[in-house]
């Protein structure tokens, strides 16, 4: 499996923006799809947005799109969350997921980072 690790969450007011990173190791990058998914206290880890191994496919959820956008550098080993005009029911952890075929459910992703917290404040 390949080794992901979050970083850039922290709290922001409403309308504010943050940028999210997940960086893989173990494992060849460019060999996996990508996806970004929160869990809020209380509720089911949810789906926000997936990038393919190229990054030809992405796909977002409803409640994003528009707002964040991903990305990937397979040069970095990298893919980023860029969260735009957050709202206070953004706020959740965050995980990036790695596998070999792009999804938009969770329990088709097999690897897993430990989460970042983001916090919108209204």
């Known amino acids: 499996q390949v080794k992901l690790v979050e970083s850039g969450g922290g709290m922001v007011q409403a309308g504010g923006s943050l940028r999210l990173s997940c960086a893989a190791s173990g494992r060849t990058f460019s060999n996996y799809a990508m996806g970004w998914f929160r869990q809020a206290p209380g509720k089911e880890r949810e789906f926000v947005a997936a990038?393919?191994?190229?990054?030809?496919?992405?796909y977002y959820a409803d409640s994003v799109k528009g707002r964040f956008t991903i990305s990937r550098d397979n040069a970095e080993n990298t893919v980023y969350l860029q969260m735009n005009s957050l709202k206070p029911e953004d706020t959740a952890v965050y995980y990036c997921a790695a596998d070999r075929a792009i999804a938009t459910t969770h329990v088709l992703y097999h690897s897993w980072g430990q989460g970042t917290q983001v916090t919108v404040s209204s």
């Open positions: 990038i393919s191994r190229s990054g030809a496919s992405i």
